[in-house]
């Protein structure tokens, strides 16, 4: 069965204290793997997208990596702006000429305490 | 930020009526998604569509209908809602210029079913 899951569910760092978060996934083709943060109240925000195993995308103190069967979120020195829920997304399909199903990991909850 | 509108924001409606949910972009996106966002399920796909009168099912789509009749409007309409409807709806649209469907969502709309 195809699915994305995180870990772990909610994380508690100080603010300085570097960390990492999990997306593992299971899908017969991946296309993409995507990470988003989600603030309470809000819409998803589109953080990365990143395609194949080696791949490395970074934005401030985010930087994401891909392997075979996982990604990682790495957080260096966190600020308390830092907090938020962050969703992984996986794309799994053979080509654009149909939808390509994209399936949501139940997120991470980080709190980045000052 | 892209330009997605939902509307309403928040609603409040009894069991049985029919209800309405909007999505407005401005960003010519031709694909569009409607979401729900559940604890303890994450985001689930409800309907999508692929262009102008060009629909589909999700994972969840029983109990909802979709339409598009401007590439710019996407509506959701629960035909007579179930207080299991209670939910934060989101909607999204994808560029299928770009070599995946990383998404973009609006801000949500929180229907509550009493």
């Known amino acids: 069965e195809d699915q994305v899951t995180q870990s772990p569910e909610a994380l508690r760092l100080q603010e300085g204290e570097s960390s990492s978060l999990n997306c593992s996934y299971t899908v017969s083709g991946l296309r993409g793997l995507f990470w988003y943060r989600q603030d309470p109240g809000k819409g998803p925000e589109f953080l990365f997208t990143?395609?194949?195993a080696g791949e490395e995308k970074e934005k401030e103190r985010l930087k994401a990596t891909l392997t075979k069967k996982e990604s990682f979120l790495h957080i260096t020195a966190p600020k308390p702006e830092d907090s938020a829920t962050y969703l992984c997304a996986v794309e799994e399909g053979m080509g654009k000429t149909s939808y390509d199903k994209v399936i949501f990991g139940p997120g991470t909850s980080l709190s980045v305490i000052p | 930020d892209a330009g997605i509108t939902q509307s309403p924001r928040h609603k409040v409606t009894e069991t049985g009526t029919p209800v309405t949910l909007r999505c407005h972009q401005t960003e010519n996106h031709r694909y569009m998604y409607w979401y729900r966002q559940d604890p303890g399920h994450g985001l689930r796909l409800i309907h999508y569509s692929y262009g102008v009168k060009d629909t589909d099912k999700g994972e969840v789509s029983d109990g909802y209908s979709v339409s598009r009749s401007k590439t710019e409007d996407f509506l959701l309409t629960l035909e007579s809602a179930t207080s299991s409807q209670t939910s934060v709806y989101f909607c999204?649209?994808?560029?299928?210029?770009?070599?995946?469907?990383?998404?973009?969502f609006g801000p949500g709309t929180r229907l509550t079913v009493t």
């Open positions: 990143l395609y194949s």
């Open positions: 999204a649209i994808s560029d299928p210029g770009t070599d995946t469907y990383e998404q973009y």
